[in-house]
């Protein structure tokens, strides 16, 4: 089983649709998640960071984190065509490391 | 806030030579750096963690003496890559740590393409 899971889609969303991105994790003592963006030849950008259960929300988009089921999600409301990327789902290991799930290619079409 | 730079962004070099790059934290400090490289439509794969003022921790399988790693300041770390070889040719991304022991955040520098010819 692989640390941290994502589907690698494609996954296709129209324009002004909720894109609805999963990962989930192994390691149970993890306590930190995050989700990244990754435009095609660009180095990953943090966009949101969740601890806890429940959601976070900022501006379009929405992490959820249950750590009872090892799950964490990120929703993508009103999405944009400048949304088309690979969104990273990363979680804390030891020493602070960073384990990435392979990515979710997201395409938001017109 | 949190704006990690890297220096070059792209470097394009013979075999057999020496490529530094630099990744600096521009707005805050960071105890620890991490260096990843990442192949075309691959994932990102740890090389080493970087720690200021103590001697890099590498990564099963990658080369502590070809991937030579100074962690100087909080601000800055150094990635040098010694005689460089056409199958060394990658996206190298640094990130540096934010925040407490627990929370973790990495932000990641713009990334440096290496191509050796």
Known sequence: ?110 | GAVVSQHPSRVICKSGTSVKIECRSLDFQATTMFWYRQFPKQSLMLMATSNEGSKATYEQGVEKDKFLINHASLTLSTLTVTSAHPEDSSFYICSAMRGPQGYNEQFFGPGTRLTVL
């Open chain 1, 1 to 110: 089983q692989k640390e941290v899971e994502q589907n690698s889609g494609p996954l296709s969303v129209p324009e002004g649709a909720i894109a609805s991105l999963n990962c989930t994790y192994s390691d149970r003592v993890s306590q930190s998640f995050f989700w990244y963006r990754q435009y095609s030849g660009k180095s990953p950008e943090l966009i949101m960071s969740i601890y806890s259960n429940g959601d976070k929300e900022d501006g379009r988009f929405t992490a959820q984190l249950n750590k009872a089921s090892q799950y964490v999600s990120l929703l993508i409301r009103d999405s944009q065509p400048s949304d088309s990327a690979t969104y990273l789902c990363a979680v804390v290991g030891r020493g602070g490391k960073l384990t990435f799930g392979t990515g979710t290619q997201l395409k938001v079409e017109l």
